[in-house]
């Protein structure tokens, strides 16, 4: 995401936003978790263009479960120009992952967090599909709490494949300084994992423009460094329709963090690095 509208027209390289969901209003949702709205691609395409964002990576809600249908058929739809993370069990078969593949998908989420995440046993699952996600060279991420870093490094270091870390791996605003996550999440950023910067308001930090979570987003980059990565997370499943953030406002905490004079430039070509350089121009 480049700093200004006026500055997006010549961004180079084009922006990335890396946490975006796609709904149909019309599609079966899990039972007992939030019914979304009616959320396409083009209305986050359309948006995000306003500030120099040509790549979106769509990740696969908790509300769909494993039906990944409305998130192959957007990448389809842009043949080569976004990319995504499914959700998928053991069970998947090698011809599936190598079309998602071919689709965009570059990794497989894993929900330690919502009502319909996964809660059976990810780190047997994980353990079962690390052989045919690094042949494919896939990542696994993660929506996480502060008390999962702690397994999350141990199974990273087991199954030797790069972690990311949804919502700046659950660090929020009352963290203290010394809990044992701070050590934890040190320990995955030291082994390869990323960070997204993204969710503050699912943080403690309700409203723009967030600050009370800027001491503890500063020390989360700072830990990670350039394996770090943006993500508006539109449209915001937290908020009501008439209610949601705006755009350019989840962006801002990035630039008070960030050392970088241009940020956003840094941060697209940490997803580049993230996701494959191989996209089509936006």
């Not at 263009?49 to 790549?55: E, I, K, P, S």
């Not at 894993?110 to 060279?137: E, I, K, Y």
């Not at 949804?166 to 934890?184: E, F, K, R, V």
């Not at 430039?265 to 993230?274: D, F, G, H, I, P």
Request: hydrophobic letters at 45%; a neutral charge; aromatic letters at 8%.
């Amino acid at each position: 995401m480049t700093e200004t509208p006026a500055a997006a027209a010549n961004a180079a390289p084009a922006g990335w936003d890396c946490h975006v969901h796609v709904f149909d209003g019309r599609a079966p949702v899990h039972p007992g978790h939030y019914q979304p709205g009616h959320r396409p691609l083009q209305q986050i395409e359309d948006q995000a263009a306003a500030f120099g964002v040509g790549h979106l990576v769509l990740v696969q809600p908790s509300v769909y479960g494993s039906n990944n249908r409305l998130l192959l058929q957007a990448l389809a739809a842009r043949p080569g120009r976004h990319r995504g993370v499914v959700v998928a069990d053991p069970a998947v078969t090698d011809a599936e992952l190598q079309a998602w593949h071919a689709l965009g998908v570059r990794g497989l989420r894993f929900n330690l967090v919502s009502p319909a995440g996964n809660h059976n046993n990810p780190q047997q699952d994980v353990m079962d599909l690390a052989p045919r996600l690094r042949a494919l060279g896939w990542h696994v991420q993660w929506y996480a709490k502060p008390e999962h870093l702690a397994p999350l490094a141990a199974w990273q270091r087991a199954c030797g494949l790069p972690f990311v870390l949804d919502h700046l791996a659950g660090l929020h605003a009352g963290l203290a300084q010394d809990d044992p996550a701070w050590q934890a999440a040190a320990a995955l950023a030291a082994n390869g994992a990323w960070l997204k910067l993204s969710g503050w308001y699912r943080l403690g930090a309700p409203q723009a423009p967030y600050g009370a979570l800027l001491p503890t987003l500063r020390r989360a980059v700072a830990l990670f460094g350039s394996r770090c990565v943006w993500g508006s997370d539109w449209p915001h499943t937290h908020f009501a329709n008439d209610a949601l953030p705006a755009y350019a406002d989840q962006f801002g905490p990035v630039q008070a963090a960030c050392a970088s004079t241009h940020p956003a430039t840094a941060l697209a070509r940490q997803a580049q690095a993230l996701y494959g350089s191989g996209v089509a121009p936006a």
